[in-house]
């Protein structure tokens, strides 16, 4: 075997797993193996913060489709790590986290930057790499590599910062990738059968259609069946938006038309979907589930069939495998939902129809509180645009091929009504973890992937400022991008919340920001404020097109009113109750 030292071994591993970017801010602590990066083929991005560069190989990940990797120094590098790798987790990102940690020999001494390294992640990765030895340096990277991918989300690398040193013969192992089928002959014959007998079958095309590049064995099963395609919450990309049987996403602020249409079924394949209990929440006074529909539900992941929702089959496979399997099936059966094909057709554009007639016509929010908000904001100076208008406009502006991320907040999650895609690893949102701060650094690590696509973020100015700075990542590093910033000046989720449930006793709620678009300009970036509705489209295009002839980041700051969507959590919360006499005025 050939003699190397544990960081050859390392950055080996790392270039037979065809590693090109790692996202990052550079530490003693790996510095050897870090110092081999560029003779590897390796590009060391850094960015501004740790969380930023977890963000960065999320995104990349999710547009590849392949492992995007972070690394930081030992202790409170790693621990900026924590949000970001649970945000990967639930977005079921292949991100390998390397984490460098104390030296062996002191460990439990509470020296310089010591951490307790594993415990931290142990609940949002799938699976830890602990180098015991330096001797298996390779054999851990190459595992925690291998398992990102078969299970679909994080690892994590943890290496003493003293076994990057010495030698050892060693041989780099080669990647190991299972292929998946379809799932069991017993419960796709029992699918088949299920759809053969349906009247009125819908398909919920989920991350998993995107994840396993079966967006046209998907249509093809569709196109079958004549059956209305749903997005589950958040993956608006899993299904192309121009297709006739497109019927939008589910969740909050989803597609009516898609709800009505999934509420009438009487079987529902559920594919690639772990039908996560948020994005099956009833929405616009809409209890859309169907109680009594038979659930076919398609996962890779056995653990997630039947966990969230009762089923009739569950299909362990992959999606892509398992649609073909399933039309295969449908192929040699009679299929009675093809005798009303036509019909449910038309029903299908009627619903859709009226959708958008209702969206182009919901220019505002229209409860007490957001038209006392407009009124208020009227009579301020300066102009103040109304977030759903904006969206309309920012749909009709996105170019073709384009990839956004979102941040969590109430008008980007306003947006899922409004965001559509032709292609898939087009979408990339902060999943059922919904943190702050998400947005702008996934998008980064998207356009380091994929330079040739158009990449926009949307972020509310509270999610804003907790990312903003990876503007000079932006800047110094080349990775051109175009962030919108909606400049509403509150914390907007959090707030209707105070609005319903504490009759607007307002705490820590309202934000008096700066100008961002001055911020922006501030870090090398260009910067343009929008307080105009016929100036959202031309500000987008004109900003797409620096970024793609010019290769120059702008921040489009869009001065909006301070009108609420409808609340996230209406289910989680209740009127409270005071029983002490100086709280009685606070119920």
């Not at 790392?14 to 090109?20: K, Q």
């Not at 984490?99 to 001494?109: A, I, K, R, W, Y």
Request: hydrophobic letters at 40%; proline letters at 5%.
């Amino acid at each position: 075997m050939p003699r190397m030292t544990p960081s050859e071994a390392m950055v080996e591993t790392l270039a037979a797993n065809g590693v090109t970017d790692i996202f990052g801010i550079m530490g003693s602590a790996f510095m050897d193996a870090m110092d081999i990066f560029a003779p590897a083929g390796i590009r060391l991005i850094p960015t501004v913060h740790e969380q930023g560069a977890g963000h960065m190989a999320d995104g990349y990940a999710r547009v590849s489709g392949r492992h995007g990797v972070c690394i930081a120094q030992n202790g409170p590098g790693i621990t900026n790590f924590v949000t970001a790798i649970a945000a990967a987790y639930w977005a079921h990102s292949p991100v390998v986290c390397i984490t460098p940690e104390t030296g062996s020999m002191t460990q439990g001494l509470g020296g310089f930057q010591e951490a307790q390294q594993l415990p931290f992640f142990e609940t949002i990765t799938k699976y830890q790499g602990h180098v015991a030895n330096p001797a298996r340096m390779a054999e851990f990277t190459a595992r925690c590599f291998d398992r990102a991918m078969l299970e679909n989300g994080p690892t994590q690398l943890n290496i003493p910062r003293d076994f990057f040193y010495g030698d050892i013969n060693v041989e780099i192992p080669q990647p190991i990738r299972i292929e998946r089928g379809a799932g069991g002959e017993q419960s796709l014959q029992q699918a088949a059968a299920l759809l053969a007998e349906a009247r009125n079958p819908v398909i919920i095309s989920g991350g998993g259609v995107v994840m396993a590049d079966a967006v046209e064995e998907c249509k093809a099963l569709a196109e079958f069946l004549g059956a209305p395609v749903v997005n589950s919450y958040l993956h608006n990309d899993s299904f192309p938006a121009s297709h006739p049987l497109w019927c939008g996403p589910l969740g909050y602020q989803g597609s009516k038309a898609g709800m009505k249409l999934l509420s009438r079924a009487d079987v529902v394949l559920a594919l690639g979907t772990r039908l996560g209990p948020f994005g099956t929440l009833p929405q616009h006074g809409l209890d859309y589930w169907p109680k009594q529909a038979k659930i076919i539900q398609v996962d890779c992941d056995a653990k997630m069939l039947g966990l969230v929702k009762k089923i009739s089959v569950g299909v362990c496979g992959d999606a892509k495998a398992a649609a073909v399997s399933i039309l295969e099936r449908l192929q040699n059966l009679n299929v009675s939902c093809l005798e009303n094909k036509g019909a449910r057709a038309g029903e299908i554009a009627a619903e859709k129809a009226a959708w958008e007639a209702e969206l182009d016509q919901w220019i505002h929010e229209k409860d007490d509180y957001s038209l006392d908000m407009i009124a208020e904001q009227a009579e301020e100076q300066g102009s103040y645009l109304h977030p759903r208008q904006v969206l309309r406009e920012l749909e009709k502006a996105m170019p073709e091929d384009v990839m956004v991320s979102t941040d969590i907040g109430n008008i980007n999650s306003v947006a899922n009504s409004y965001l559509r895609f032709e292609k898939p690893r087009s979408f990339f949102a902060a999943m059922s973890f919904g943190n702050c701060g998400y947005a702008l650094p996934t998008i980064i690590g998207a356009k380091t992937a994929a330079p040739h696509r158009p990449a926009i973020s949307y972020a509310g100015d509270g999610a804003w400022g907790m990312s903003m700075m990876e503007i000079m990542t932006c800047v110094r590093e080349h990775i051109p991008v175009t962030s919108i910033v909606f400049h509403n000046r509150q914390w907007g989720a959090e707030k209707k919340n105070q609005v319903d449930f504490y009759n607007r006793r307002f705490v820590a709620g309202d934000l008096e920001n700066p100008s961002f678009a001055d911020i922006a300009r501030a870090m090398g970036a260009e910067g343009v404020t929008v307080d105009k509705l016929e100036d959202v489209g031309p500000a987008l295009k004109a900003a797409i097109a620096r970024q793609m002839e010019e290769g120059k980041t702008t921040v489009i700051e869009i001065m909006c009113t301070r009108e609420l969507g409808d609340p996230f959590r209406r289910d989680a919360l209740s009127k409270p109750v005071r029983h002490l006499d100086k709280y009685k005025d606070y119920c």
